[in-house]
């Protein structure tokens, strides 16, 4: 895998397996390029001085390469750096478009020894041919781990090299700093090329070319010429491909352009990106494989980790905990993958349970058990004298993990009732379809118990409290909630959200709860996560940790959260509110973005935001100020980029929700929801091996 930016990083984090681990080229650490010598670099020989390839003069990317042209007074320049779809290499090429041909300078910083090449080791290479390979210093995770293992670089035929060597070739006396760089310089040409290979594994089975193009079912969506919504349908289409890009990178090698270190799963994250995305395209083996990785991390007690790594020779790298709603998640995902095949013979596949010792050590059951076990957890993880699940370390606002130890035991998140609720209904859906009726009642009885619960307890004067704080003296705080008097938060989204989509409140009790949102919790580029940000007091905790202490204002802490919003969206979808839905869609399209959201600053047009950022000075000024964000006075940055289970949610959406195609085993249920202005709609897309065009005639209601 490999990461381009635009500012002449043509190949960068360049990894094979572990995508932070086993790094060997070195990776930017801002947007700012303050560090001009990270990843893969060119410099082109213009009489008789070298100029390193930059900011270029028009850049263009495509879902496998990046093309760089540069224009100087002596000719044109063109750089191509690519991922081919059917083979494991990265390539880079080099074509002098006008003018003379020249020799090139293409640095390496090699990053192969655990420190992203910031410590004064170099590089270890051996010719091999006409190449080289280099290694990892023995003293390495990667020397360790891969004692010959590394990674080979290859001119491509034709490309001639006149020296290789060390960090020298970047110093004017030609005397090496002992810096990890690997440098090539080449002959006069018009054309010049290089190959990476990983050599640390054996590289699976090659595939077929057209990819990109099958992942995405091919999708074409086409507008009634006179809509005045055909813009942002086309825009839809456009982004579609990108969003499964973004997805596929979440799922396969988990890392982001902010947040680049990674490289496992959060178990959370990976029951909803990749699953949702999987579901919606119809790729039903690749879940199945899924779902076996993620029950072979369950705890014997029946719990899961917040995250972990899903290859093996890592697996002793993961938390010791985890917040109260992850063990849900596996649950839920393979009860919707159940649903959508029928696979009753997964639910007999024998997995083993994790073990620090190996899974040769460690106790084995099936995935049935595996489920029983997580069911038996959840029932004893209740707020005492109740059904309702309790906090624990958090839920899934990150940001909210209790500051007080007490809180993990009394404190419950309404929000995780739903997701309790919904698991609980699902499974049993799964179960009867597959025959296990007696199993599924009993699921049915114990969700219309906590659902009962819920309505009684959780929805207080009318509105859902984001959190009840239930108190050993008998007396409960709603906190973020009309009646809250310790945060000063009156509204919570993901409850109200949750609670539409699984059903839980009546038809009144969710037109309310709509308002509500609509009122208080929406700004210009969608939904937020609350009323109002959390105080902030220098740092000191008094109920939640990152919340009250975090300096940034961004991500969860500003509050416009992308995956909030998406579900906020699902909401919409469920309650049938087509204008709304699709105007929420096109609030987390990029593309042409600032046309529907006038305060979003200019960003990159192709790929998945996890939040919206509002540009404050500090989280002072963003408090006192919060009530300018909602009118539209405050910039709105694009906040960490790719890294989201949100990309794979998105698609779900644009297909199921919005298309309404949703292809089963054995079956294609349509149910769309499409605004009235887009009547005559056309979908094309392929199912099954075939192409197939769907033709929409919408009503009024959409």
């Known amino acids: 895998t490999s990461t381009a930016w635009m500012n002449g990083v043509f190949h960068s984090m360049v990894t094979q397996g572990h995508v932070s681990i086993n790094r060997f080229l070195s990776t930017c650490h801002t947007w700012l390029g303050l560090f001009r010598s990270h990843g893969q670099r060119v410099f082109i020989e213009i009489d008789g001085v070298w100029n390193l390839l930059d900011v270029p003069s028009a850049f263009e990317m ?10 100087h007074r002596g000719g044109l320049v063109e750089v191509v750096s690519t991922a081919p779809d059917n083979k494991h290499e990265l390539r880079l090429t080099i074509s002098v478009r006008e003018g003379p041909p020249a020799r090139f300078l293409i640095s390496h910083h090699v990053a192969l020894n655990g420190d992203d090449g910031s410590q004064a080791i170099p590089a270890i290479w051996e010719r091999e041919g006409d190449g080289v390979f280099i290694r990892a210093i023995p003293d390495s995770d990667v020397g360790r781990r891969f004692p010959s ?15 290789t060597a060390g960090d020298e070739l970047l110093f004017a006396d030609g005397a090496s700093r002992q810096q990890p760089f690997l440098c090539f310089i080449t002959a006069p040409s018009r054309a010049v090329g290089l190959v990476m290979e990983g050599c640390l594994v054996t590289a699976s089975v090659e595939q077929s070319e057209g990819f990109w193009n099958s992942i995405g079912a091919e999708l074409r969506i086409e507008a009634p010429p006179a809509s005045l919504l055909l813009p942002a349908a086309d825009r839809m289409e456009e982004i579609f491909p990108w969003f499964i890009h973004n997805a596929l990178v979440h799922y396969l090698s988990p890392r982001g352009l902010e947040q680049y270190s990674g490289g496992g799963w959060g178990t959370r994250d990976v029951c909803q990106g990749p699953v ?17 990785r993620v029950f072979r991390q369950q705890n014997t007690d029946g719990d899961w980790p917040q995250w972990f790594m899903f290859f093996d020779r890592e697996r002793g790298i993961r938390p010791g905990d985890s917040h109260g709603d992850i063990v849900y998640w596996p649950l839920l995902a393979l009860a ?5 095949t029928g696979d009753a013979e997964l639910l007999e596949e024998r997995v083993p349970y994790f073990s620090h010792e190996g899974s040769d050590a460690a106790e084995t059951a099936t995935v049935r058990q595996h489920v029983e076990r997580a069911m038996d957890l959840i029932q004893r993880r209740v707020i005492t004298g109740t059904l309702l699940a309790a906090y624990g370390h958090g839920d899934w606002n990150d940001s909210l993990q209790p500051a007080k130890p007490g809180m993990r035991d009394d404190l419950c998140s309404s929000w995780t009732v739903t997701l309790n ?9 799964a179960l009867r379809r597959l025959g296990d009726t007696a199993r599924a009642a009993d699921l049915e009885a114990r969700a219309a118990a906590i659902l009962e619960e819920f309505q009684r307890v959780l929805i207080v004067d009318g509105v859902v409290t984001g959190l009840a704080y ?3 003296e008998g007396h409960t ?15 919570s989204v993901l409850p109200m959200i949750h609670a539409v989509i699984n059903d839980m409140f009546t038809p009144e009790q969710a037109e309310t709860h709509l308002g509500l949102i609509r009122r208080h919790l929406l700004g210009p580029d969608g939904a937020r996560l609350f009323d109002w940000p959390m105080a902030y007091r220098g740092g000191p905790q008094r109920n939640f940790q990152r919340a009250e202490s975090a300096s940034f204002f961004g991500r969860e802490i500003g509050i416009m959260y992308t995956h909030a919003h998406l579900r906020y969206c699902e909401a919409l979808a469920r309650f049938g509110e087509a204008d709304a839905f699709f105007h929420a869609l096109r609030q987390i399209n990029p593309v042409g973005l600032r046309e529907t959201v006038p305060p979003a600053t200019l960003r990159q047009a192709n790929c998945y935001y996890s939040s919206s950022d509002a540009a404050f000075s500090d989280r002072y000024e963003a408090f006192q100020g919060y009530d300018r964000v909602k009118r539209g006075e405050v910039p709105l940055e694009g906040g960490w980029r790719v890294y989201s289970s949100g990309a794979g949610i998105s698609v779900r959406l644009i297909l199921q929700c919005f298309l309404g195609i949703r292809e089963e085993k054995s079956s294609l249920v349509l149910d769309p929801l499409i605004p009235a202005a887009l009547d005559g709609l056309k979908a094309g897309l ?3 091996g075939r192409r197939i065009e769907v033709t929409y005639r919408v009503s009024s209601k959409g």
């Open 62 to 71: 495509t879902l496998d390469s990046c093309r760089w042209i540069y224009r």
């Open 149 to 163: 293992g590394g990674f080979r670089i290859t001119p491509l035929d034709g490309t001639r090299v006149e020296s």
């Open 276 to 292: 949702e995305l999987l579901l919606a395209l119809g790729h039903f083996d690749p879940i199945r494989d899924l779902l076996c």
């Open 336 to 340: 919707q993958y159940l649903c959508a």
């Open 421 to 429: 609720y919904q698991t609980f209904r699902t499974m049993a859906d």
């Open 470 to 472: 239930f108190h050993k």
């Open 477 to 491: 705080d709603y906190l973020i909630h009309p009646r809250d008097e310790g945060t000063g938060l009156r509204y």
């Open 686 to 688: 392929t199912l099954a």
